[in-house]
């Protein structure tokens, strides 16, 4: 490939000068080509791997330069000589006669660099090629990773870093290379080659730690090995990428989530790293983002567009707390350096006026923001003040002004004895709030944090919850958004809502707003609107406890958005199908259980407690297991701190019980010590009437437990357990996501090896293997794209059967790798028809069952089976077929839907069936006139199951017919069937006696068919005395009188036969000439004279039957002559009688064999039967598959592919 010029300061340095002229200097580097170069060779291979050279990929290159000059420069490289070769020749014809027309040195080198860039340019601009933002350095980088790992261009390289990998107790010096889905190590030393690939998506673990020989590695876990690497130069960057690249593997597991790379990123600046990539400046821009939305509650969307240090004047305090400002599209944020100290949302949808301010020394490049609420913001210290300011501008033109207002939050005005308490409260939320402001843009500080602490007033309660969740500023974006989604819900019905309907009543049964239908009405338009919002959810049990309290405090629409906030970013996956986030929390909480109470860590484990408590806590908020006026502060604090309150609180509840958990024998008796003690967590403060608690009812009898103030209660979780840092949670979150996302994986797997084990002949083990090979051409398809979009191959919610499924281009790929049937030029249309075949549904995607259940019977079917699935998939209508074979299309179709197509009186015209009724289930409200065809009574079932139990002998006479047409795809499928066999010869001969006596025998039943234009109950009856007389003639011949089988038939048999009926047998013979028998035939001198045909002869010889060539057995040449000539005679004479028919129109309409007789056919040939009979080992099959997919193919690995060609 040209390159753009490079200057070279040492030309031979490692390189052998190959050719030589004035201008310009092909070089091969020492090492490769002829001989390796030695140990020279050697030297300088680890050298271009240690140094991460391009000479490794690109081992030729032609220099430029001037006579009289010293400098070089490279113009060209290339990975093989036929490459660089062309380059050569190239300058050589184009450029050397009109450089030496230049006088000047310089406009020599001047107009070679533009000549070369031009081509460059010029290529780029044919092929389509876009100017990305990555360098040169990466781009060679990108090279060199798909050529040694034999990745396709979709797969996209992220970043790639230098480090050793630990093989056993010798460290391998080399290359980790990290891209979107995998990861891989090149290390070349002294002719010791290692490669490793594993998938993220693979990955069970992964942790940096220290060893005592090292102070820091990486190790990589999968479920089969560890891989442990080290010597890194940024340890810490390497990590927090190999991270998020896993927990996107992890991600599309989980929910089908592809990977889309953000184009609206900045342009890459001059002083960027070498190898920065676009795809490495996208993810560190994503990792920030979402730091920035959790830190600040905002929503899923949006995107931070850059921060600065600065300080912020405080009012309420007279200080300038140093921090740092965020901009993002649609908010300003402020943070203190101190964490706790003061933070600051601002989002613009509120900002009035932005100004620079004077400068000071005590105040440099101050910038003032005003809000809609006459609150004022002074910030300073600002770097870039005049930048920041534009940006600002930029975002405030695009947003626009919303419909939304926020309400002032006013508290009640009722001073009696009983809420004096709850007025108190009032009156010091009011006092902070003329202090530090009201609203989104109020200064947040450690005194919001304590009134948090001590309670939320009632009245304010829900407003509070919608200013700290975030959700405030989801509902002032989307006006009207809730309203259509309810509108849009009415009346719909699916598997949400039905859990819904089923749950509405035992939400919060005990409370007044729910024992009426107003309360249940606005519960249930809730959740169904949410299910609408997010079917990936939809709706899981738990929502409804909460969503209920939700509604207790705020509107209909503000409960909306506050659930939307608990889902989507505050406990993430907490409610989807597996509630994967509960289990990934409940991990959480067993590392921090065995970090802050160890002692009472084991015993919890013992008992198997922490897994039984953590998810009924966690789900619920603690709703479900403590008094309602109790949990509703917890709730509280979860809203302002995140789910770190959630941690504390479980571990206080833990704390406190400790003595009486370490006497408990099992975990019934601990379960009963904790449910006492939350039972007894109450709210003094409450001006609520008493609720009865649900849970309070399934404890003992025994004496109640002490009375325990829910403040007190979470003062000292804060106290003890305060400690804990959201980035900790996150950190600790992403190890156990990989665990339980792992589990989940391994656990779906045994249950389809569970189920379908006793149904196939395979082993647990070979339906394992097979499940991991599955599951990774449809993860395959995922990465580097398909014909279909993977959310429809991947759902989730459905059974584990049918949570994978492959399209027809992935079972292509396995079915080359792993079927028996799978040689010759006809794989891709046997593959079709296989597909066709097992795909019952039509929904061009078949399930690991239907997958499984065909390659079971091609590998451990009996002779019978396996003959029953040929000749099926080969019935089988075409999809496109119109209207040329309405019999046998309709008798097809009957068969293979026969279980949802209705039944149909004999005596009905079969074409005008065949018009009506394609195979497909049709639904028609008509009433009138249309009478009832399909009841899916009791009688049916019975009817479908007694079909089951029917003996195969039964079934064989309900397959249709095989149609002229059809019985050539047979034929040619056959042929192509043995072409790698060892008895290939001996197969070929055997296949051409029985296609033969197919067709004697398909032409013989003519004789006693009637014309297609019959009623049915006649053709019927033809048809048993067609099949009758047919049997009784292959009885006849099968005793010695075989058709043209054997070496003695006379060229006057043939004559015989041919004169019968070779004019309907050339329709047969000019398709079957398609048969490419040469490409895969024995070139031995025992051939048939099948073989012997070229493909010249083939086509000039139009005359010649390819009848009489399937049929001519071992003949001698001379004997092929004959019957070739008696051939030509005799379809002279027929087309003597009529003109010839086209060769569209020549296939004869009422010739056809039936299965018995296909069957009976192929046992008359041993080698057949042999064939046939033949069992496989299907893990050899398997195993090569690996090997295909780790090796060459530039489709990827199965599960943890280690390419290691470790020499020694």
Not at 408 to 433: P, R, T, V
Not at 587 to 609: S, T
Not at 953 to 967: A, G, S, T, V, Y
């Amino acid at each position: 490939m040209w390159v753009h010029p490079d200057e070279v300061l040492l030309a031979n340095a490692l390189w052998f000068t190959e050719r030589a002229n004035p201008y310009f200097i092909l070089q091969r580097r020492k090492g490769h080509g002829e001989g390796g170069g030695g140990l020279a060779g050697l030297l300088v291979g680890t050298l271009d791997v240690v140094l991460d050279s391009s000479a490794r990929v690109a081992p030729y290159r032609i220099l430029y330069q001037t006579p009289d000059s010293l400098v070089y420069w490279a113009i060209a490289c290339g990975g093989s000589r036929k490459e660089i070769t062309e380059h050569w020749e190239w300058l050589e014809q184009n450029l050397l006669q009109t450089l030496s027309i230049f006088e000047n040195e310089n406009d020599i080198t001047t107009f070679v660099k533009g000549k070369v860039q031009g081509i460059i340019a010029e290529y780029n601009k044919n092929h389509d090629i876009k100017d990305d933002d990555d360098t040169d350095k990466f781009k060679e980088a990108t090279v060199r990773f798909r050529k040694l790992f034999g990745m396709p261009e979709e797969e996209k390289l992220v970043n790639y870093y230098s480090c050793s990998y630990w093989k056993g107790k010798v460290p391998r010096q080399g290359w980790l290379y990290l891209s979107i889905n995998h990861l891989c190590f090149y290390s070349f030393l002294l002719g010791k080659e290692a490669k490793l690939v594993i998938r993220w998506a693979d990955i069970t673990q992964l942790e940096k730690n220290a060893t005592l020989l090292l102070p820091e590695i990486i190790k990589v876990s999968t479920r089969s090995s560890e891989h442990i690497f080290s010597v890194f130069l940024n340890i810490s960057e390497t990590f927090k990428l190999m991270e998020q690249l896993a927990n996107i593997a992890m991600r599309q597991l989980l929910d089908n989530e592809g990977f889309e790379q953000d184009r609206s990123l900045p342009k890459l600046k001059r002083k960027s790293p070498k190898k920065v990539s676009a795809l490495k400046r996208d993810l560190d821009a994503r990792a920030k983002s979402e730091r920035y939305r959790a830190l600040f509650r905002l929503p899923k969307d949006e995107k931070l567009d850059g921060h600065t240090d600065c300080t912020l004047w405080t009012p309420f305090n007279k200080m300038h707390i140093v921090g740092q400002m965020f901009v993002s599209t649609n908010y300003i944020c402020f943070t203190s350096k101190e964490e706790t100290l003061c933070s600051l949302i601002i989002p613009l949808r509120e900002v009035t006026i932005v100004e620079k301010a004077d400068s000071s020394s005590v105040l440099p490049s101050p910038l003032s923001i005003s809000t809609k609420n006459r609150m004022t913001f002074l910030f300073a210290n600002l770097k870039d003040r005049d930048f920041l300011v534009q940006r600002i501008s930029d975002f405030l033109q695009q947003t626009t002004s919303k419909m939304y207002f926020e309400r002032e939050i006013i508290g009640s005005f009722s001073s009696s004895d009983d809420e004096a308490k709850e007025f108190l409260k009032e009156q010091a939320w009011k006092n902070h709030f003329a202090e530090y402001g009201q609203g989104v843009c109020m200064y947040r500080t450690e005194k919001t944090k304590e009134l948090v602490l001590k309670g939320i007033p009632e009245n304010m309660r829900g407003e509070l919850w919608l200013l700290f969740s975030g959700a405030v500023n989801e509902m002032a974006t989307h006006p009207g958004y809730y309203e259509d989604l309810v509108e849009k819900s009415m009346g719909k019905y699916n598997l949400a809502t039905e859990e819904i309907e089923r749950d509405l009543h035992r939400s919060l049964p005990e409370h007044p707003a729910f024992q009426n239908e107003m309360g249940i009405a606005a519960l249930r338009r809730v959740l169904t609107a949410y299910a609408f919002r997010n079917p990936n959810i939809g709706y899981c049990q738990a929502m409804n406890i909460v969503t209920s309290v939700l509604l207790l405090y705020a509107k209909e629409e503000e409960a909306f958005w506050l659930l939307v906030a608990l889902c989507e970013r505050m406990l993430p996956d907490y409610y989807n199908t597996r509630v994967v986030g509960a289990l990934v929390d409940q991990g959480v909480f067993e590392e921090l259980a065995r970090e802050n109470v160890p002692q009472l860590y084991d015993c919890m484990q013992d008992l198997g407690v922490i897994s039984t408590i953590s998810l009924s806590w966690f789900l619920t908020l603690f709703l479900s297991v403590m008094p309602f006026e109790s949990a509703v502060v917890v709730v509280d604090c979860f809203f302002y701190d995140g789910i770190k309150v959630i941690f504390q609180l479980a571990l206080s509840v833990l704390d406190a019980n400790i003595d009486k958990l370490l006497n408990c024998k099992d975990d019934g008796e601990a379960m009963t010590v904790l449910g006492r003690y939350l039972d007894s967590v109450t709210n003094k403060d409450s001006t609520l009437p008493p609720i009865p608690h649900l849970h309070s009812l399934l404890t003992d009898n025994g004496e109640p437990h002490p009375e325990v103030d829910i403040f007190k209660l979470v003062q000292s979780s804060y106290e003890k357990f305060g400690c804990i840092r959201a980035d900790v949670i996150e950190q600790m979150r992403f190890r156990q996501r990989l665990r339980v996302i792992q589990t989940i994986e391994d656990t779906t797997k045994r249950n389809v090896v569970r189920t379908i084990v006793t149904e196939t002949a395979f082993t647990t083990d070979e339906l394992e293997e097979l499940y991991v090979l599955f599951k990774t051409e449809h993860l395959t398809s995922c990465y580097w794209g398909g014909n279909s979009n993977p959310m429809d191959r991947h759902d989730p919610s459905l059974p584990y059967l049918e949570q994978y499924r492959i399209d027809f281009e992935q079972f292509k790929g396995l079915f080359c790798l792993l079927f028996p049937w799978s040689c010759g030029t006809h794989s891709d249309s046997l593959a079709k028809r296989f597909f066709r075949l097992l795909d019952q549904n039509g929904d061009s995607f078949i399930n690991f069952r239907e997958f499984v259940t065909g390659l079971s019977v091609l590998c451990h079917g009996d002779l019978t089976e396996k003959l029953k699935l040929l000749y099926k998939m080969h019935v089988l209508p075409e999809p496109n077929l119109e209207h040329d074979e309405p019999d046998s299309a309709f008798e097809a179709t009957q068969y293979f839907f026969e279980d949802l197509t209705p039944e149909h009186s004999l005596g009905q015209d079969s074409r005008n069936k065949s018009d009506k009724d394609d195979g497909f289930v049709s639904v028609t409200f008509k009433t009138e006139k249309i009478k009832k065809t399909h009841t899916p009574d009791y009688r049916t079932y019975l009817k479908l199951w007694k079909q089951e139990t029917n003996t195969k002998i039964e079934n064989m006479k309900d397959l249709p017919r095989l149609n002229q047409e059809q019985f050539i795809e047979l034929c040619k499928t056959l042929y192509n069937m043995f072409s790698e066999d060892p008895n290939e010869q001996e197969l070929y001969h055997a296949t051409a006696t029985v296609t033969s006596l197919l067709l004697e025998i398909g032409e013989v039943g003519k004789l006693f068919c009637s014309p297609s234009d019959k009623e049915d109950g006649d053709i019927l009856k033809d048809n048993c005395l067609c099949q009758s007389e047919q049997t009784s003639l292959f009885h006849q011949t099968s005793h010695g009188e075989q058709f043209l089988s054997g070496p003695n038939s006379a060229g006057n048999d043939e004559s015989t036969l041919c004169g019968s009926s070779v004019g309907d047998e050339q329709a047969v013979c000019s398709q079957m000439e398609d048969i490419k028998l040469e490409d895969s035939s024995p070139k031995d001198h025992g051939m048939s004279s099948a073989m012997l045909i070229s493909d010249d002869e083939t086509k000039d010889d139009t005359s010649m039957s390819s009848y009489s060539v399937l049929s001519a057995g071992s003949h001698d040449m001379d004997e092929k002559l004959q019957c070739e000539d008696i051939a030509e005679d005799t379809v002279l004479v027929r087309n003597n009688l009529g003109p010839t028919l086209p060769h569209s129109t020549s296939i004869d309409k009422d010739w056809a064999i039936t299965f018995e007789q296909f069957l009976a056919s192929v046992l008359t040939e041993q080698a057949l039967v042999v064939y046939f009979e033949k069992p496989v080992i299907i893990m050899s099959r398997i195993t090569n598959a690996k090997n295909v997919r780790k090796g060459g193919r530039q489709v990827m690995s199965a599960s943890d592919y280690e390419i290691s060609s470790l020499s020694g």
